[in-house]
């Protein structure tokens, strides 16, 4: 393989490698984002729970609020029975007792459901709570890693650009140059094997002459469909990939 592509090659890989590794530090925050989120909509289910307890325990206030006027008006009417002495008004009375405490069963009964939903929602809240306080501990932890897999990222980064430096520094200068504008529009992919008369870019057989030109191995040899860098690929050229 001409020293000069192989060397592109070499600070391809490399770039690469980089470009992988700047896709997934970009990540970082939607992930991070994610694993807020999740935390957020444990909150939301507390807080959810919470008020549907509190609502259930009004209600019941309620009641029992209906349930004592209707009993603070029972003893009034049953005080006026006493002192009635018309048939008639102790009739009526009695029928309008009768319908409060009807009405203060039904309530009663509403009451004891009420409790037993109220009961529900409480262990409801407290599982809530439960799962809560472990996905803190859990989005703590994996935000920490997240962040150690940021620094982690970021030291491979320099350290793979480090070892490119020296590599781009024996490149002609319009050689690196056209090879980097390759590598951006080309999606990585500014070096490429010829396989069979093959571009191994964009899979477009070449002409005869870019065939003998890569083979020949004396100058960089360009696919005249997509302008990538070509090199004659064998076995050995694979292994040293």
Request: proline share 1%; with cysteine; net charge negative.
């Amino acid at each position: 393989m001409l020293p000069e592509v192989e060397t592109l090659l070499r600070i391809q890989h490399q770039d690469q490698a980089v470009k992988a590794i700047v896709k997934e530090l970009a990540n970082i925050p939607q992930v991070a984002n994610e694993i807020r989120d999740r935390l957020e909509g444990n909150r939301a289910i507390v807080e959810s729970a919470k008020q549907k307890m509190q609502q259930t325990e009004i209600a019941i206030r309620e009641i029992e609020l209906d349930v004592k006027t209707r009993r603070d008006s029972v003893s009034k009417m049953k005080a006026l029975q006493y002192e009635t002495r018309k048939n008639e008004e102790y009739q009526r009375l009695s029928g309008e007792i009768e319908r409060y405490q009807g009405e203060i069963s039904r309530l009663e009964d509403r009451q004891i459901e009420m409790m037993e939903i109220a009961d529900a929602q409480r262990m409801s809240l407290e599982e809530a709570r439960r799962i809560l306080k472990e996905s803190e501990v859990e989005v703590e932890k994996d935000l920490a890693d997240l962040e150690i897999l940021a620094k982690k990222k970021e030291e491979e980064r320099h350290s793979i650009i480090a070892e490119r430096n020296p590599l781009a520094s024996r490149i002609d200068t319009t050689v690196l140059d056209g090879y980097e504008r390759l590598f951006r529009s080309k999606n990585g992919q500014a070096v490429v094997g010829l396989v069979d008369g093959v571009c191994q870019g964009c899979f477009v057989r070449v002409v005869k002459s870019t065939i003998v030109s890569v083979k020949a191995e004396k100058q960089i040899a360009h696919c005249e469909n997509c302008g990538r860098i070509l090199y004659w690929w064998t076995d050995e050229s694979e292994e040293k990939d």
